[in-house]
C-alpha cells in the first residue's frame, strides 16, 4: 500500500483516462436528451447503469423518489472516511442544458470511478448521489429529509461556469409560485363584474419594482408572470406566476419574504383578487464552505493548469443559488465552478452549446481529477488527524 500522494494521484489519473471516453460519451447523451427536474428518468439511468458496470453497488430509485440514485464502492473492511460525488442532470425548461449539467454528472461519475482505484487500500468509501430538480424543485432537501447525505464526511462537485471560481458564494433563495383568482366578465359589455387578477398581479410587481430601492445590494427579488389571461375582451379570471427571493443568508431572506409578500397582497387588496403563494421547495440555504477542501481543490486545479485569476464581471456564477448549500449546511463540502470558455454565460441559450465539445471535454477531464484528488487530499488530512489523536485507521481487511 503506498502513501505517496504523488504515486495515489497518477493511478487516478490513469484510471479517469481509461473512462475519459465513456464519460464524454455520458455527457453528450444527457446533453442530447434533456429532461427538466423530476423527469431526469433517461439520465438518471444512464448514470446508475455507467456505474453499475464499475463495480458500484446501486440504489434507482432511492429514499422513493424515481430520478434519484445512490451508487456505493465499500473498501474491504471498515472505512475511515466516505467522499460522496453530487451528481446534477435536471436541464432547464426551453433551454435545455444551459446550466452544463450534463458536464457536472459526468464530472461527479467520473471522479468516484476514478478514486475507486485507491479506495480499498486507503479505507475509503466511495458514493455516487444522482440528485434531481435542482433547478428550483430542491431535490437535494428532500433527500435531506429522507436520510441522505448523513454518512459523508465530504460531499463535492464542480459546477460549469464560463470561467473559473473556486469559491462558491450562493444566495439563499425561496421559490414562489404565486396566483390570483378574480373574476370574469366581459370586458366592453359588463366591466363591473369582473375582479381582475391581471391587474393584481401588475401591482404587485410594480410594488416590487419599488420596494428595490430600499433593499440591500445584495437581495435579488425576480420573476415571470407564467398566465395573464386568455382573451383581450374577458377580464382574466386567473393569473399565475412564479417568483424568486434571494438574500444572504437564511435569516436575512426570511426578513426578505415578508416584505415581498406584502407587495403581493397589495394587488389583492386593491383588486379584490384572492392571492395563493405556494412554495415550489424547500429554502435554498446559503453556501458553508469547507475552506481546508477548498484550498485543496484549487492547489489540484493549478496542477492542471487551471486558472483562478479571471475577468470578476465573468465570475459571478458563483452567487448562484443551489440547494448544495442545504447540504453543506449538515457535511464538510465544496461546490467550485469550472470554465468551459466561450463568451455565453449560464442560463443563456448558447451556453448549452460551450457545455459540449473540445472545450467542455477538457473542463470535464480536468474536473474528474481535480476532484478526486481533493477527495484523496481531504481523506488523508482526517488519516493523519486520527494518527494524532492515537487513532489507528481501521485496516483494509
Not at 447523451?29 to 447503469?49: D, F, K, M, T
Not at 480499498?120 to 458514493?127: K, N, Q, S, T
Not at 459571478?316 to 443551489?322: C, D, E, K, L
Not at 481535480?370 to 485496516?395: F, S
Request: proline share 5%; net charge negative; with cysteine.
Amino acid at each position: 500500500m503506498s502513501d505517496d500522494p504523488g504515486e495515489l494521484k497518477a493511478r487516478i489519473a490513469a484510471r479517469a483516462a481509461g473512462v475519459d471516453a465513456e464519460l464524454i460519451a455520458l455527457s453528450n447523451a444527457l446533453h442530447a436528451n434533456p429532461e427538466i427536474g423530476w423527469q431526469e428518468h433517461r439520465s438518471a439511468a444512464a448514470v446508475a447503469a455507467l456505474l453499475t458496470a464499475h463495480g458500484f453497488t446501486v440504489e434507482q430509485p432511492y429514499l422513493g423518489l424515481d430520478t434519484a440514485v445512490r451508487a456505493v464502492r465499500t473498501p474491504r473492511g471498515l472505512p475511515h472516511f466516505t467522499v460522496g460525488f453530487l451528481a446534477e442532470y435536471d436541464a432547464l425548461p426551453g433551454l435545455g442544458h444551459a446550466c452544463g449539467h450534463n458536464l457536472i454528472s459526468a464530472m461527479s461519475v467520473g471522479a468516484a470511478i476514478a478514486l475507486a482505484a485507491v479506495a480499498d487500500e486507503l479505507g475509503i468509501a466511495v458514493e455516487l448521489i444522482g440528485t434531481p430538480a435542482e433547478e428550483g424543485g430542491g431535490g437535494k432537501i428532500v433527500l435531506l429529509e429522507r436520510g441522505a447525505f448523513t454518512e459523508l464526511d465530504l460531499a463535492l462537485m464542480a459546477h460549469p461556469a464560463p470561467v473559473d471560481v473556486a469559491e462558491a458564494r450562493p444566495f439563499a433563495v425561496t421559490h414562489w409560485h404565486v396566483s390570483y383568482d378574480g373574476a370574469a366578465a366581459h370586458a366592453a359589455a359588463y366591466p363591473e363584474r369582473g375582479i381582475n387578477a391581471n391587474d393584481a398581479f401588475l401591482i404587485a410587481q410594480l410594488a416590487i419594482g419599488l420596494l428595490r430601492q430600499q433593499l440591500p445590494a445584495t437581495a435579488r427579488v425576480h420573476g415571470v408572470q407564467t398566465r395573464g389571461g386568455e382573451a383581450p375582451n374577458a377580464i382574466p379570471e386567473r393569473t399565475e406566476g412564479r417568483w424568486y427571493v434571494r438574500a444572504e443568508t437564511t435569516a436575512e431572506l426570511l426578513a426578505l419574504e415578508s416584505r415581498v409578500r406584502a407587495c403581493f397582497e397589495a394587488g389583492a387588496l386593491a383588486t379584490g383578487a384572492t392571492l395563493t403563494i405556494t412554495p415550489e421547495s424547500e429554502r435554498y440555504a446559503e453556501m458553508r464552505t469547507d475552506e481546508a477542501a477548498l484550498e485543496h481543490y484549487r492547489e489540484n486545479a493549478r496542477a492542471l493548469g487551471r486558472s483562478f485569476d479571471v475577468d470578476p464581471a465573468a465570475a459571478s456564477m458563483n452567487r448562484a443559488s443551489t440547494d448544495m448549500g442545504n447540504v453543506s449546511q449538515l457535511v464538510r463540502a465544496i461546490h467550485p465552478y469550472i470554465g468551459v470558455g466561450g463568451t455565453a454565460s449560464n442560463h443563456q441559450p448558447a451556453f448549452a452549446e460551450s457545455c459540449v465539445g473540445e472545450r467542455a471535454e477538457q473542463a470535464l477531464r480536468d474536473g474528474v481529477r481535480a476532484l478526486a484528488w481533493t477527495a484523496l487530499d481531504v481523506a488523508a488530512d482526517v488519516a493523519r488527524e486520527r494518527r494524532g489523536a492515537g487513532l489507528a485507521p481501521p485496516q483494509p481487511a
